[in-house]
């Protein structure tokens, strides 16, 4: 079995969590129609941040 640092694990689970609650304001919240394709576009660049980098981290270790 392979063995993950906690802390890489940790960050994944936060931007995971972080994502989640992204989305759920994004799509199950009203928005201005006018700043929705923005709005997804700005979401969408912090989900990367936030699951990419750990998912990196985790992926390609130093």
């Known amino acids: ?19 989640i609650g992204l989305l759920y304001f994004l799509f199950f919240r009203p928005t201005v129609v006018d700043y929705h394709r923005y709005l997804l576009l700005t979401i969408s660049g912090i989900l990367l941040f936030l699951i990419g980098g750990p998912l990196a981290e985790l992926l390609f270790p130093r």
């Not at 694990?9 to 969590?17: E, K, S």
């Open 1 to 19: 079995m392979v063995e993950f640092p906690p802390f890489a694990v940790y960050n994944l689970t936060v931007g995971a969590v972080t994502g």
